[in-house]
């Protein structure tokens, strides 16, 4: 496997080596040197062993016969002794012994001026260069490739050629070359017939448009090499096609599908016994297992490869197998395991590689800087760093140096950590690698404000930012738009240290709003962008300043509370018409294990709930910093509040603060963030009093086995209850949502079972359909659509919960209802009871028939169900929140219900024999008059 920018995929090189010639002992061909029968059947021989017996038989079969070719000076078949045995030591991964073998045999060929035998002994040569981490000499043999197909005319070579070149492109970081130089090896395969180098060719292009964000163009490429692959029976590149697509799937969210796809790339490749091209997918099996948090599955799978490369005689694949191992156990918390597995593979010198040699001495130096081993993880990392693989892998020495400025910080060198940054920073720089200048950038500037040294710090960060800034418009899809914002957590946390201190000489207000504004462009401009939906570019992505907001979003009376969690600290800003005040939060950790308490209490219904929780995460949130001057005013402004809005993050999404708020008459409503507040009163909130369109949906299976019978029954309410409401009970196999369209209604509500990812959390989804056959809303497909509803309730479990970005909110189901712009929604924080759930929509939907606002009508439903003794515990009513703009009414019209016409309709009479009666009294008088 490679690793280049951050992915994972099959690279299938040798593979590409083997389809074409596996040894180069196959009969001659017109252009190549002759041998004697017997010359030629050793050769043959040759072969069949490498095939059957493995490298030492191939070594056994050459010993026997080059002695007496040398003596003879027969340079033919003293070449092509030697190549075969070169090629054999390439092809079973000992790369050092072949590599004289090798250069012997070339400098043989073209003495003989056997052009053929040349052009094969350069490939393998490239291949033995590469696996040693010798870049530079394996471009050398491409490039000597390449020039050896075009002045001989041979497009055959020269795609070969080509290809190569590419991929160390790829591996340099220069996506853009080389998918020109993959794109022109394809039509120089086509003119050879090399269907292979084709297909492999439009593999590579898909690779680099996957790296430089075009993603549609890579799964376009990826899909033609699958298709082509299959029709020509060429199994290999079909399953490295179907394993990059599923890495692509991976990387949009959806991970189910992308463990199918690597499944199904390792049968593509055992069904032709293949247990050797079957291991990398089986590895991707690993790793996605891992980033999806099942560590346990993930080491199964590891353990199950190691035995089968055992088996096979596979020793070479067993050092990347114990550092993948090693990595999931530190992501297991056993460091100790780590370690050993780290060794264990390192022992392994007669097979260890040096990309594995690197990367195993890395999870090493992390293992033992877990258990405050600083010194003799720092000599690890650095034993990294100077290897000669990653002096020639500029992706690999960037991974290095970040391992070791990580210790050094850990161990509070940070001047030492900030020059390790730094120099990996200008390397990457200059490759033009964006992910990793941003990465590295932002942590020169942390490393150098932890040293104290501030005005140096500062210039690091501000080119971080504008990194961050133009690269955001690169990419399409959303999804990638995430990651890349998620990996500036750490420049916006050093950022926001860095303005609270500097300059000295400004006013601490004045420090304090710039501190405001700049986190804004953190928790905004995501968000902003994914309401426009993949592919469109905000006109203006300006995030809302503070001023703007106290001038034009909030309102009398109302408080806005704007939260970031950061590594070492936090921060909350309240934010009135005319005040701001700045309470500073302990780092993650310790916001965490202040939550996690509150949690608990929540989490056991049977239990009686503890003030005192209250008390203890208040107590667990809050510090003081000596740049920030104390809020001591912050209880009265809150207590004061006739309104709340806050925009929480990272832990604090799961605090419900109903449980502070509700009580006093004050309902908090969430917001993403400050500027998507003020753009939805930006928008004017105009009411439309036409009767509203709802569409109810209800989801049958309660992702268990069983059903959802209190969901169906809600809908059914809603339906007899409401004018308007077409209500879906989706069991059938048929049309989805029972052929409605959600962007036709002005209500949405959807009672159903939820499945939330918490490591792609665009994959989080509403489970409708028949229990045996659920269908999946997921919540990246409504995000990218666009809604005019006015209100989403979501009356499902965690609905309102999944992974979070820090700094840019929870990320999941509601979000994708607020991306597709819908301005509030309902939804739940923890799982919810089936019964309970049904009474909360009942209450909450007659609430807002009264003419309540969304923000009113669920407090006062919240109120309702505490009052009630079997729901008056906070698991029953405080997970209920409405993010967005709560201020809103619906006109929710009642429905005539049989016994309700049937009042009307005798009233009706009633009223028509009154006023029949009168005619008839009004016509008497007349009649009287006129007599």
Not at 76 to 89: H, I, Q, S, T
Not at 536 to 562: H, K, M, S, Y
Not at 802 to 823: D, Q
Request: glycine letters at 8%; charged letters at 20%; proline letters at 4%.
């Amino acid at each position: 496997m490679r690793v280049v920018g951050g992915m994972t995929w099959r690279c299938g090189r040798l593979g590409l080596l083997a389809a074409a010639f596996v040894l180069l002992a196959g009969p001659v061909t017109a252009d190549e040197a002759v041998l004697t029968p017997p010359q030629q059947a050793i050769l043959d021989s040759l072969q069949t062993l490498n095939n059957t017996s493995g490298v030492d038989a191939v070594a056994a079969l050459v010993s026997e016969h080059l002695p007496g070719a040398r003596a003879d000076d027969d340079s033919a078949f003293v070449m092509r002794l030697v190549g075969a045995r070169g090629a054999a030591n390439t092809f079973h991964r000992r790369p050092i012994q072949a590599t004289g073998d090798l250069l012997e045999a070339i400098d043989l060929a073209t003495t003989l001026g056997d052009s053929v035998s040349v052009a094969r002994l350069l490939l393998w040569l490239a291949r033995a260069y590469e696996v040693q981490g010798r870049h530079d000499e394996s471009t050398d043999c491409y490039r000597r490739l390449t020039t050896l197909g075009r002045e001989s005319d041979t497009a055959f070579y020269e795609a070969r050629g080509l290809v190569g070149l590419a991929w160390d492109l790829c591996l340099g970081g220069d996506y853009a070359t080389a998918e020109s130089l993959y794109a022109r090896a394809g039509t120089l395969a086509i003119t050879a017939g090399d269907s292979f180098t084709v297909l492999w060719s439009r593999n590579g292009q898909g690779i680099c448009y996957w790296n430089l964000g075009q993603l549609a163009r890579a799964d376009t490429a990826f899909a033609t090499a699958r298709r082509e692959g299959r029709r020509t029976g060429i199994s290999m590149v079909e399953a490295a096609a179907v394993n990059n697509h599923a890495g692509l799937l991976e990387i949009l969210g959806r991970p189910g599908e992308a463990l199918e796809g690597y499944r199904q790339s390792r049968q593509l490749n055992l069904a032709s016994a293949d247990v050797r091209e079957a291991f990398p997918a089986g590895m991707n099996i690993a790793r996605c297992q891992q980033q999806l948090g099942q560590l346990d599955a993930s080491v199964s799978t590891i353990e199950s490869l190691i035995a089968e490369c055992t088996e096979a005689g596979y020793r070479d694949l067993l050092p990347g197998s114990l550092e993948h191992l090693a990595q999931v156990r530190l992501d297991q918390g056993r460091p100790a395991l780590a370690a050993r597995h780290a060794r264990a593979g390192l022992a392994m010198t007669d097979v260890l590689r040096p990309r594995s040699e690197l990367l195993l001495n890395l999870a090493l130096a992390g293992a033992l800087a877990s258990q405050d081993s600083f010194a003799a993880a720092l000599v690890v990392a650095e034993r990294a760093t100077e290897s000669s693989f990653a002096r020639g892998d500029l992706h690999m020495r960037a991974e290095a140096a970040v391992t070791r400025g990580a210790i050094l910080t850990a161990s509070g060198e940070h001047a030492r950590a900030a020059d390790v940054f730094a120099e990996a920073a200008l390397d990457v720089e200059a490759a033009g690698l964006v992910y990793q200048q941003l990465s590295l950038k932002s942590r020169v500037g942390e490393a150098l404000l932890l040293a104290g040294r501030s005005e140096a710090a500062r210039p690091w960060l501000m080119d971080a930012l504008l990194v961050w800034e133009n690269t955001r418009t690169l990419p399409d899809d959303p999804i990638w738009r995430e990651r890349r914002s998620g990996s500036a957590q750490r420049m916006f946390e050093a950022l926001a240290q860095l303005t609270l201190v500097y300059p000295e000489d400004d006013l601490p207000h004045e420090r304090m709003r710039r501190c405001f504004d700049l986190l804004q462009h953190y928790k905004a401009r995501t968000l902003l962008e994914r309401t426009l939906g993949p592919g469109r570019e905000l006109a203006d992505p300006r995030p809302v300043t503070l001023r703007e907001l106290q001038r034009d979003a909030l309102r009398d009376g109302e408080v806005f509370l704007d939260c970031y969690v950061g590594e070492r600290h936090g921060l909350v800003f309240a934010v009135t018409r005319d005040t701001m005040l700045l309470q500073p939060l302990r780092g993650r950790d310790a916001v965490v294990a202040a939550v996690d308490v509150l949690q608990g209490q929540m989490d056991h219904p049977d239990r009686p709930f503890s003030i005192t929780a209250l008390a203890s995460l208040a107590s667990g949130l809050t510090t003081r910093l000596e740049s920030v001057p104390t809020a001591d005013g912050l209880p009265d402004l809150l207590t004061g509040a006739s309104a709340l809005v806050w925009s929480p993050d990272d832990a604090l999404h799961r605090v419900p603060l109903a449980l502070f708020f509700d009580e006093i008459g004050v309902a908090p409503v969430r917001t993403p963030s400050a500027t998507f507040l003020a753009n939805l009163r930006r928008g004017g909130g105009s009411q439309n009093q036409d009767p509203l369109r709802t569409l109810a949906l209800a989801g049958a299976s309660d992702g268990a086995g069983g059903t959802l019978d209190g969901a169906a029954r809600e809908v059914r309410w809603l339906a007899r209850r409401y004018a308007g409401v077409d209500a879906v009970i989706d069991t059938a196999r048929g049309l989805p949502l029972g052929g409605h369209d959600l962007a036709d209604y002005d209500l949405l509500h959807v009672a159903a079972h939820t499945e939330v990812d918490a490591q792609r959390p665009w994959s989080s989804a509403l489970i409708l359909g028949p229990v045996d056959e659920p269908r999946r809303m997921l919540a990246g497909a409504v995000a990218e659509q666009n809604l005019k509803a006015r209100l989403a309730v979501l009356t499902s479990c965690n609905s309102a919960s999944s992974a979070v970005l820090s700094g840019e909110g929870m990320l999941g189901l509601a979000s994708g209802f607020l991306s597709a712009g819908i301005p509030a929604v309902v939804a739940t924080l923890w799982p919810v009871d089936d019964r309970h759930a049904e009474q909360f929509s009942r209450r909450f939907y007659d609430e807002l028939s009264g003419g309540h606002t969304a923000a009113e009508a669920l407090q006062r439903t919240r109120a309702w169900l505490r009052s009630r003794p079997e729901t008056e515990h906070p698991y029953h009513w405080a997970g209920y929140v409405l993010v967005g703009e709560g201020t809103r009414s619906l006109p929710l019209v009642r429905q005539r219900t049989g016994f309700t016409i049937w009042i009307a309709m005798a009233g009706a009479v009633v009223a028509a024999v009154i006023g029949a009666v009168a005619r008839r009294r009004r016509q008497r008088i007349s009649v009287k008059a006129r007599v």
